[in-house]
């Protein structure tokens, strides 16, 4: 099935259930209000929230209406917890190479993971607002999991069984103010403004052969202002399954109802297949002609995040925002 919040019913918005093709979908009255109270009685809720879904898509939900994703905000519009990885290894080679400094061996057997944002998380059509074109404005197309509560050091295969549902993040980052963050030896701040859901969150099973080993094996799809970006396959270079990420994160802490675990910037050896985030198509520049030829973003340009399947398909719609400069 696929989920979605209605940006109605408060800070959490309204719970609906959407159609496989995205273009209907019924509230889940009587069920959960919110996606949050869903998962926090996941067992319960699930196969009440199937059951709509198998209706929906045969054409026979009660009050199910044409859907615009427009209406939606993120899935869970805030989480208790969003923690980011980085289990694309390209990704992380490649940076380290063009600043000059080695991958330490641990990275291929420690996932790279910091406390994100979590608070408040924007709707797939909300702008990314932000003070300064100095701030070095950038997105990063993940995929991301949400888990129900998971107990404290559990095995990747135990996390395997929490993971609930799938879907993708525009991880905003300000790279002008990374580095100054980073020195100061305490992580990402004010350089990891809000980030953006996809309007849908699938379960695994919805996925079918797509999600196999813990793992989404699709094309991640950029745009940038309506030209081609990108398109790395999410199933290649990933380091780290989204199991080894949750029994990582739980290793002294159990996670709650609702947790977002996320992948990091998707990135393939093969530098053809493009970039998911600016930093990336900037190394590859700098180390193929010494310096950096790619921009930032700037207030008016337009973004696309997107994965479709064998058909071509959109399987949890697009994120589509425009870069705005905040006004008090």
Known sequence: ?????????GRDGTLVVVSRDLSRAAKADGIASTLQAALEDWSNAAPRLNALSDALNAGAAP????????????????????VD???????????????GAEVPASFYTDPLMYQATSAGFLGPRDPVVVPSEDYGIDLE???VVVTDDVPMAVTP?????HIQLVGLVNDVSLRGLIPGELAKGFGFLQSKPRSALSPVLATPDELGEAWAGDKLHLPMRTWLNG???????????????FAELVAHVAKTRPLTAGTIVGSGTIANQDTGKGASCLAEQRTVETLRDGQPSTPFLNFGDRLKIDVTDAAGASVFGAIEQRIEAYRR
């Open 1 to 9: 099935m696929k989920l979605g919040s209605l940006k109605e019913g």
């Open 63 to 82: 009050g199910a209406f044409a859907l615009d994703l427009a209406a939606l905000a993120a899935p869970l519009p805030r989480a208790y917890e969003f």
């Open 85 to 99: 990885g980085s289990a694309y290894l390209p990704h992380v080679e490649r940076v380290r190479k063009a600043r």
């Open 141 to 143: 197309a993940e995929v």
């Open 157 to 161: 295969v135990q996390a395997s069984e």
């Open 227 to 241: 030209a081609w970006f990108g398109e790395a396959e999410c199933g290649v270079d990933m380091q780290f399954s």
